[in-house]
């Protein structure tokens, strides 16, 4: 432990023959301790010729956590440098080895629907028997709704003199909380409803020149419907790019829609929504760390 200690407190800058930001004593020193705890020889995905749908922010997660609970590397940039450079590298000898550190991938990113799933849910409705009141208006049961009872006192008669019931006030009627709701005023009602998810995925490719999904605008005669700028699926536009080195560096689901009418989310259904293709250097390397492997998932 105090090994790992002494590493961390280590100035990255203190070694001359470092010149890149990255490649640093401390770094390697690091690295070199992970791999020798962990395999990290199915790790380096930056070689892969062929399309790679296993995240590879997922497929990394033992070494997160080894990270974290055996180095006690919790800081979000520490830790996605670490990660990063075992993605390029691999299982190498990273004391002596030749240390790669930046490749100028395309960046690609695709925001796409799910298939429509059927769930239920619930809302809250007025009280059937209480018409959302809460409460029942019921016969008192000290005047039996006549709302009088006989008082102590007697006319010149002899029949009892009678007064105001005291229990319901002389209405004859008292409020008591709904028996069907609790007094609530309401009960959950449950209905179908369907969803669908928005995720992205991030890809990386050597390969700039991956073909975009195609534009066809879709016309539609029902204003309510959302109409997609881009009509191909995604399954689709993966199979066309299966023989490509597209590596798939992060998926994660964004947003949903959840409707009570599955024709209105039939439009979205697999369809790309967005797609953007942009060089690492133009995306911006800090950048792309932090917007890919400094979030909850690292």
Same mark, same amino acid.
């Given at each position: ?138 016969? #008192?049961?000290? =005047?039996? !709704?006549? &709302? +009088?009872?006989?008082? %102590?006192?007697?006319?010149?008669? $002899? ?5 105001? #019931?005291?229990? =319901?006030? !002389?209405? &004859? +009627?008292?409020?008591? %909380?709904?028996?069907?709701?609790? $007094? ?13 998810? +928005? ?100």
């Amino acid at each position: 432990m105090l090994k790992i200690v002494n590493i961390l407190k280590e100035d990255q800058k203190s070694n001359d023959r470092f010149d890149n930001h990255l490649d640093t004593l401390q770094n390697r020193k690091l690295l070199n301790f992970i791999s020798k705890n962990i395999n990290l020889e199915n790790f380096n995905k930056s070689k892969q010729k062929t399309l790679i749908l296993h995240p590879f922010d997922n497929k990394i997660y033992n070494v997160k956590h080894f990270i974290r609970s055996v180095l006690f590397i919790n800081e979000g940039t520490k830790m996605s440098e670490l990660l990063w450079l075992i993605f390029l590298n691999g299982d190498i000898n990273y004391l002596k080895d030749e240390l790669k550190t930046f490749d100028n991938f395309q960046v690609y990113v695709v925001n796409w629907w799910s298939s429509i799933e059927e769930d239920w849910s619930e809302e809250e409705v007025d009280c059937y028997e209480c018409s959302g009141d809460g409460v029942q208006d019921e016969d #008192c049961d000290m =005047c039996q !709704g006549t &709302g +009088e009872e006989e008082s %102590d006192e007697k006319d010149e008669e $002899g029949n009892p003199i009678m007064v105001e #019931c005291p229990d =319901c006030e !002389g209405k &004859g +009627e008292v409020s008591n %909380d709904c028996d069907y709701c609790d $007094g609530r005023g309401y009960e959950m009602e449950e209905y179908d409803e369907y969803v669908i998810e +928005e995720w992205q995925s991030t890809f990386l490719s050597p390969n700039k020149d991956i073909k975009p999904p195609l534009r066809k605008p879709v016309k539609s005669n029902t204003n309510y419907i959302p109409v997609p700028r881009i009509n191909e699926l995604y399954d689709t536009w993966l199979d066309k790019s299966s023989n490509k080195s597209l590596i798939l560096f992060n998926e994660t689901i964004v947003d949903e829609r959840r409707e009570t009418s599955k024709s209105y989310l039939s439009v979205m259904e697999g369809k790309i929504m967005s797609f953007s293709s942009q060089s690492l250097e133009d995306y911006g390397f800090e950048l792309f760390l932090r917007d890919f492997m400094f979030g909850e998932n690292v």
